[in-house]
């Protein structure tokens, strides 16, 4: 009867015409419709019953319901608080503040104090997303630079939601730094490549745009691409590049400094005028350059080359039509080098033999070129293995000149009076007697290099023609006649002196100074009697009377006449004469 009294409660509560509604006076009206009707006991009790289970019914539903409604909020919690802690978990953040600890909270407090902590975390994990997202961006398009493949930069990158944490994210943006700094790099390593292909292209007169272009299209700046590429196809590519340039550089120098040599030889064998030559003043100009140092734009293009060429042949065709000229003029430079050296030859023959070799033809010109370079070289080698002794010669020679000076200055009896340069005088001969006494070690050391040097060739070394071993030792000999002359005058003079003194003692008077005495069969007035200037005989040794007439060669070639062959003391004698003072002498060299 409660169950009944309270559905019929809840009815009565639900129709406001019936006033005020309740269990009980729902069951009291029914029990008046049952007296009035007349059921009985029986039927009022299943009726009852049936209202009575029909409430528990209601209630069993709503107790369900209700249970239900709780699990799913349990349920609810539950997934809230799992999906709380994956996010904390993915995002790496240990605790948050405002999450329920207290079970003592009703189910929805708990979940309605975990809905905007969830939001948070939502909206913190979007973004967290889109930075890692953006990041890997970054570096799946800079890896696919590096690797060539343009395409791998436009793909989306997958992003793990299960690790969101700052930590991972330092690594992908620390990851990224060293891509984009690997990328600086070889950006400026394309940059440095490219420019120096520039630079090369520009030297060498080749079209830059073409040549970077055949590496990757982005390197050319025409065709308006902003990125290039940086991968390790095309840093190898244009490493190759440069090195090809290089190379054709180095060779294309090579080739124009083999032409320029040749252009210079052919001027100066031609004498071209400097008007001429200036024409090829770009090609000249780096005829002693390194590579490096060759960076006019244009200085190495082919038809700079092809020029030079042509030119050289040009010259080498016109050579041969004045071979005879060309020839004659490398025979005068060989004639100097061994006028200069003192080497006789005879000229006349040389050119004689050099006209027949034209004329005959049997010959290439460039080979007798060739072989005149070859002697003119030989000759040099000759001419320089002489110096040393050509230049005690000439300091002998000119000692000698001093000696002979030097005698007429002590016979000179006014050469202590106060005239105009006196004192010249005096400082010249003292130097001079320094010098003199020199001469005999200068001589020793003259015929010791001589013998030194004729041991070393096997030949006589000759002096226009003269032995000079034969020169040492016909001066050797003239300096002790010279010597023994002297002391024969000084003994002479003292008895002159001795018998004056005698006379005065006798007589009371001096002999005349004038009158000469007597001495042998020889007549002797003071030093000069019976000799030359020093008291030697009158004769002069010649080193080259029978041909040149003089010592010594002009930078032209000409004879210089200004100064003696030898020593003005010197006794002339024959080359037949001198030949037999050096035993084993070889013939005189001659020009081919």
């Known amino acids: 009867m409660g169950f009944a009294g309270t559905s019929m409660a809840v009815t009565d509560s639900q129709n406001p015409l019936l006033g005020e509604i ?3 006076s729902l069951l009291k009206k029914l029990q008046e419709i049952w007296d009035e009707v007349g059921e009985s006991d029986e039927e ?5 019953l049936q209202l009575e289970q029909e409430c528990l019914d209601v209630y069993k539903r709503k107790v369900e319901q209700a249970a239900k409604s709780r699990a799913q909020l349990l349920q609810a919690l539950s997934d809230a608080k799992h999906e ?9 953040e240990k605790s948050l503040a405002g999450i329920p600890e207290n079970t003592s909270e009703t189910i929805k407090e708990q979940l309605a104090a975990i809905a905007p902590i969830l939001e948070q975390l939502w909206q913190q994990k979007e973004e967290r997303i889109k930075e890692f997202s953006d990041v890997q961006s970054q570096i799946q398009k800079i890896c696919g630079e590096i690797a060539g493949s343009l395409s791998l930069g436009d793909q989306t990158p997958s992003v793990d939601e299960s690790d969101l944490s700052l930590k991972k994210l330092d690594e992908y943006q620390s990851q990224l730094q060293e891509l984009q700094k690997e990328k600086s790099e070889r950006l400026h390593k394309v940059l440095e490549f490219v420019s120096t292909v520039h630079d090369l292209c520009a030297v060498l007169g080749m079209d830059f745009f073409s040549t970077v272009t055949e590496v990757h299209p982005s390197l050319n700046d025409s065709t308006g691409v902003q990125s290039k590429s940086i991968s390790n196809d095309t840093l190898a590519r244009l490493a190759k590049t440069v090195l090809t340039l290089k190379e054709d550089k180095k060779q294309r120098l090579q080739k124009l400094q083999e032409l320029a040599s040749q252009l210079i030889d052919l001027w100066n064998l031609m004498d071209t005028p400097e008007e001429e030559r200036r024409l090829f003043d770009h090609v000249t100009c780096n005829m002693s350059a390194t590579v490096d140092e060759v960076t006019v734009p244009g200085a190495l293009a082919l038809d700079l080359i092809e020029q030079a060429e042509v030119e050289v042949e040009r010259l080498d065709q016109l050579k041969a039509s004045r071979m005879k000229e060309i020839a004659f003029k490398k025979q005068g430079e060989l004639e100097e080098i061994f006028a200069r050296a003192h080497i006789e030859i005879d000229p006349e023959a040389a050119r004689e033999k050099i006209m027949a070799l034209i004329d005959s033809g049997n010959i290439e010109p460039a080979e007798l070129l060739a072989d005149m370079d070859n002697q003119i070289a030989k000759a040099k080698e000759e001419a320089l293995s002489r110096k040393e002794i050509l230049d005690k010669v000439e300091k002998w020679m000119s000692a000698c000149e001093e000696e002979s ?19 010249l005088n005096l400082k010249r001969a003292e130097k001079a007697r320094i010098l003199v006494n020199k001469i005999p070690a ?20 000759t002096y226009d023609g003269v032995p000079l071993l034969a020169m040492l030792d016909e001066y050797a000999m003239l300096r002790h006649e010279r010597e023994e002359e002297k002391r024969r005058l000084r003994d002479q003079k003292k008895y002159h002196e001795q018998q004056n003194t005698e006379q005065e003692t006798i007589f009371g008077s001096k002999s005349s100074p004038a009158r000469p005495v007597s001495v042998g069969n020889k007549k002797v007035v003071g030093p000069r009697a019976n000799g030359g200037a020093n ?4 004769r002069r040794l010649s080193l080259n009377s029978h041909h040149n007439g003089s010592r010594s060669t002009t930078k032209d070639g000409k004879k210089d006449n200004t100064r003696p ?18 035993s084993g002498s070889d013939p005189v060299p001659a020009s081919p």
């Open 84 to 92: 709380l802690s994956s996010l904390q978990s993915a995002l790496g």
């Open 535 to 538: 008291g030697t005989p009158n």
């Open 565 to 582: 062959a030898a020593p003005v003391n010197y006794v002339a004698i024959s080359k037949d004469d001198a030949a037999s003072h050096v």
């Open 442 to 461: 200068l001589v020793d050391t003259l015929v010791a290099k001589t013998r030194a040097w004729e041991e070393d060739h096997d030949i006589s070394f």
């Open 22 to 24: 309740t269990c009980g």
């Open 44 to 48: 009022r009790d299943k009726m009852l």
């Open 405 to 423: 000076w030097l005698e007429d200055y002590n016979r000179d009896e006014n050469r202590y009076n106060a005239s105009r340069g006196a004192h």
